[in-house]
Structures are given as structure tokens and as C-alpha cells.
């Protein structure tokens, strides 16, 4: 069980135009959902946390606007990192913490590799 | 949360136990140990937790000294599989437990 799925595992975009990744908890609600991004050979950073159906709460640093972060359902959150840039490029990995039952463990994700050109 | 400190890295024989030091010496009574590994290019998993009795899963062994201020994990026969970035992090555990959050960890690298 607690298994996390993002789509898609790779995407390569041109600069300036925006991408969507989804996260998903597939067999539990996810109450709380987290967005990391990792650049290479350093280690995750949280970017955002968001629970569901509130806005999202950004880390120092990262730009709300630029990284728009939907949690609409207790199963699905959604990253959209608009008007990209090459620096942009990075590993997105999501992760998702139930809480119903009082499970209060991360589940990670597969993570996304973002390519912008 | 409490912060850690691991060394950077670490070779191991396959076959051979992997044991893992992790530095925690604030950590406070509530506070959980995690163990988390990365693969490359891949999300990060989960391994083992405790607080303060060693715990032991199919996985791994998680021993905790005495007085918590440091802890190892132990593989006990790593394989060429287990080649990762390993994670020790500290992490209340109550119903406001704020996110995972990760140090620079230990590259364990076994060897044939």
C-alpha cells in the first residue's frame, strides 16, 4: 500500500512555456501533499506544502507564482511551473502524508525529470 | 527538527554488513529517527524509523544508543542494489509533524 505515482516521469519543454505534473496517492487520501525539487548530485529541497483544498504554503525562496500548485482532491496535486526556464530544469519529486488514520508517514513519489531548452 | 549529521561517504563489500552512522545530538524526546534512501534518479524510500529501542524490519536494523544522540543503520548483507544515497533524518511524529526534511546524507557505494 501508500504508493504515490507522478506523471510524467520525464518532460522536455522550450523555454517560456509552462508544464504540468501531476501526483497522485493511489490507495490512500493524501491530506498533505509536498513538492521537493533536487538538482543534480545535491540533496531534495522542499519547495512547497499543500493541503487539500487550501493554498499552497511556499518555502523561503520559491516563487508562488511561477510554481502554481493545485491539491484539489485528497488524491491529486498538481505542479504547473510556468513560463520556464533552463534554470528551471530539475528532479520534482511529490510526496503525500495521509492523516486520517492518524499515518502521519511520507510517501514519496517516482519524481519528474524537467528538461527546458 | 532536530538537524544530523552523516559522513559523505561510505564503500561497503557486497555480501558484507553496511553499517551507517547519523549524528543527532539535539534531539528532543518526541522526535523520531528516519532512514530513507534514494536511488539514482529515482524518489526517495523508506527504510526504517525508531525512537528509541532498536528496531529491526526486513529492510534494515535501526540501532539508537542509549541516549540518542546517534544511531546506525545496519544492512546486513548489501548487495550491489543497495549502491544509494542514504538519508537519516529526525522528525516529530505527533498530529502537527512538520515534513520530511533532508541533509546532504551518506553515498553508499558497495562493491562486487
Known amino acids: 500500500g501508500a504508493v504515490v505515482s507522478q506523471h510524467p516521469s520525464w518532460v522536455i519543454c522550450k523555454s517560456g512555456t509552462s508544464v504540468k505534473i501531476e501526483c497522485r496517492s493511489l490507495d490512500f487520501q493524501a491530506t498533505t501533499m509536498f513538492w521537493y525539487r533536487q538538482f543534480p548530485k545535491q540533496s531534495l529541497m522542499l519547495m512547497a506544502t499543500s493541503n487539500e483544498g487550501s493554498k499552497a504554503t511556499y518555502e523561503q525562496g520559491v516563487e508562488k507564482d511561477k510554481f502554481l500548485i493545485n491539491h484539489a482532491s485528497l488524491t491529486l496535486s498538481t505542479l504547473t511551473v510556468t513560463s520556464a526556464h533552463p534554470e528551471d530544469s530539475s528532479f520534482y519529486i511529490c510526496?503525500?502524508?495521509?492523516?486520517?488514520?492518524?499515518?502521519?508517514?511520507?510517501?514519496f513519489g517516482p519524481g519528474t525529470r524537467l528538461t527546458v531548452t | 527538527d532536530a538537524k544530523t549529521t552523516q559522513p559523505p561517504s561510505m564503500d561497503c563489500a557486497e555480501g558484507r554488513a553496511a553499517n551507517l552512522p547519523c549524528n543527532h545530538s539535539t534531539i528532543s524526546g518526541n522526535e523520531y529517527v528516519y532512514w530513507y534512501r534514494q536511488i539514482h534518479s529515482q524518489g526517495p524510500q523508506y527504510i526504517i524509523h525508531g525512537l528509541k529501542n532498536n528496531e529491526t524490519n526486513e529492510m534494515a536494523s535501526l540501532i539508537i544508543t542509549e541516549d540518542r544522540k546517534s544511531s546506525t543503520l545496519i544492512l546486513p548483507h548489501a548487495t550491489l542494489r543497495d549502491t544509494a544515497v542514504y538519508y537519516c533524518?529526525?522528525?516529530?511524529?505527533?498530529?502537527?509533524?512538520?515534513?520530511?526534511?533532508f541533509g546532504s546524507g551518506t553515498q553508499l557505494t558497495v562493491l562486487p
Open positions: 533524518i529526525v522528525r516529530g511524529r505527533s498530529g502537527s509533524a512538520r515534513q520530511l526534511t
Open positions: 510526496s503525500a502524508r495521509g492523516g486520517a488514520s492518524g499515518d502521519y508517514e511520507q510517501y
